[in-house]
DNA sequence: TCAACAGTTCCGAATTTCTGAACTATGGAA
DNA sequence: TTCCATAGTTCAGAAATTCGGAACTGTTGA
């Protein structure tokens, strides 16, 4: 298993944060991670309501969240936690994650839309 | 030659939007758009200066930001005015397309958005 | 040592993107 | 009108990307 790599602050592209965000899996996934507040693991991520993500698919999304900078991993014993980097990131790209979220409409303690 | 489909506002999509500014190049042109004011023409956006978009490649470009509903094109004699819809885009997505230009205005290098 | 579990990696199939070439639409000149 | 130049679109095959099942890795507990 290779280490798990996280982008520098000062390394995060906007474009990346972007298209990791512009599916709709990944957002939702992103979505209910800043609003859970605590790591979520892959697992209790995996069920949209609608659909259950292949786990493979899973793996994935996680990958292109943490490599586009937006989540935080870490092997905790036999599973992972996944926080947001909110908090720096709003400090790098002012208001564009809480723009994204209020977008979607799910921003955490707003009226959800699914 | 299809007539230009563009979206209703209310029927503009959040991950249409990402998923259009995921690419640099269209990120790049939309920016120009933004900051040139005036509606600029395909060709005139061509020149990212590193390298030149091929036609279709282009043409392709401004298709994909037009039906997420991101700039209005118009035909203008034999050429074609684009120009953003980012007054209306604010009013359905508040504050979302300006933290987009100012995250992509910090890259070092880049042309400040505004 | 072994089994169970969480997640990753691999790899082939399906989908999407890219771009050169051909085409269409418009305007101007003869 | 006819012809040409220009701006951009469409088409189609190649290249790149994404998806997801199956096999694998690393960790814990028995």
Same mark, same amino acid.
């Given at each position: 298993?290779?280490?798990?790599?996280?982008?520098?602050?000062?390394?995060?592209?906007?474009?990346?944060?972007?298209?990791?965000?512009?599916?709709?899996?990944?957002?939702?996934?992103?979505?209910?991670?800043?609003?859970?507040?605590?790591?979520?693991?892959?697992?209790?991520?995996?069920?949209?309501?609608?659909? *259950?993500?292949?786990?493979?698919?899973?793996?994935?999304?996680?990958?292109?969240? +943490?490599?586009? !900078? $937006? %989540? @935080?991993?870490?092997?905790?014993? *036999?599973?992972?936690?996944?926080?947001?980097?909110?908090?720096?990131?709003?400090? +790098?790209?002012? !208001? $564009? %994650? @809480?723009?994204?979220?209020?977008?979607?409409?799910?921003?955490?303690?707003?009226?959800?839309?699914?």
């Amino acid at each position: 298993m290779r280490p798990l790599f996280h982008p520098a602050l000062e390394d995060i592209k906007p474009e990346a944060i972007l298209y990791a965000l512009s599916d709709p899996e990944r957002l939702a996934i992103f979505a209910k991670l800043a609003g859970a507040g605590g790591g979520g693991t892959c697992s209790a991520l995996a069920d949209l309501g609608d659909r *259950v993500i292949p786990k493979s698919s899973l793996s994935n999304h996680f990958k292109v969240l +943490r490599e586009s !900078g $937006l %989540i @935080r991993s870490e092997r905790q014993g *036999v599973e992972m936690r996944n926080q947001t980097r909110c908090t720096e990131l709003d400090e +790098r790209f002012p !208001g $564009l %994650i @809480r723009a994204i979220l209020t977008a979607y409409g799910q921003l955490p303690g707003q009226p959800k839309a699914d």
